[in-house]
């Protein structure tokens, strides 16, 4: 995720920093809850397979510039979904800050931005899981539509978050509203592509039962509450 260096500046750039702290605190929050569900030892490890997975797709899988942003794959509900609310957290702002710091330090002063752009609906997409799948249903049970649901939610956020910052840092003339559009549209696209890769991820993961009750992957992947 790599919102345009400058869309945001001056004086205004500092309600990211606050949005950013909001949804850091937040899953603090949320990472206590699951240490003291699952371990901590259990919280670290998927995190860091996370944070590294997110690294990874950040810098190896196909990203282009569009508009106010870039457009890729960054597979948030798929890492929601096999390791956890918190750990998907960590490893997105992780990956992305190993990211900034070591190959786009431009970045650097986005990341407020960015970390938000990718957590809050992250956050989102995890109260819709909550709402739309019983709980006796195992993640890798989950149906096309279920997936595509949790995929409109998370792709959907990111591109109302990307088009909050461009509005807010240059406003609405016709041409940063084009840039939007166009952004928004290109992006729009990854929600036909991530549910597929969801369920190919979660069919993989059924297929090998021995992750079940381990501390690489979310209880509820197999069932467990």
């Known amino acids: ?35 003291v569900k699952d371990g901590l030892a259990a919280l670290a490890l998927r995190s860091a397979i996370a944070v590294a997975l997110v690294f990874c797709f950040f810098e190896v899988l196909p990203h282009h510039p569009v508009g106010v942003s870039e ?55 995890a109260a819709l899981a909550r709402r739309i799948i019983p709980e006796n249903v195992a993640y890798v049970d989950l149906s096309y539509q279920q997936a595509f649901k949790l ?26 509203l084009g840039q939007i559009a166009s952004f928004g549209a290109a992006y729009m696209t990854i929600v036909l592509v991530e549910p597929l890769v969801d369920l190919g991820v979660l069919a993989a993961a059924k297929g090998w039962r021995r992750l079940q ?10 069932g467990g509450v």
């Open 1 to 35: 995720m790599h919102i345009e260096p400058g869309l945001v500046d001056g004086s205004k750039i500092f309600l990211s920093y606050a949005t950013a702290t909001a949804a850091l605190a937040y899953t603090g929050k949320v990472a206590f809850d699951t240490a």
């Open 71 to 125: 457009v890729h794959l960054i597979l948030g509900t798929t890492l929601l979904l096999v390791f956890g609310l918190a750990p998907a957290a960590f490893g997105l702002a992780g990956g992305l800050l190993i990211q900034s710091l070591f190959f786009e330090p431009q970045d650097l002063p986005q990341f407020g931005m960015n970390v938000t752009t990718l957590l809050v609906p992250l956050f989102a997409t």
């Open 151 to 176: 995929s409109v939610a998370y792709q959907g956020g990111i591109v109302v978050w990307v088009g909050f910052w461009a509005l807010y840092g240059r406003g609405t003339g016709l041409e940063n």
């Open 213 to 222: 009750g381990t501390v690489f992957v979310e209880r509820r992947l197999y």
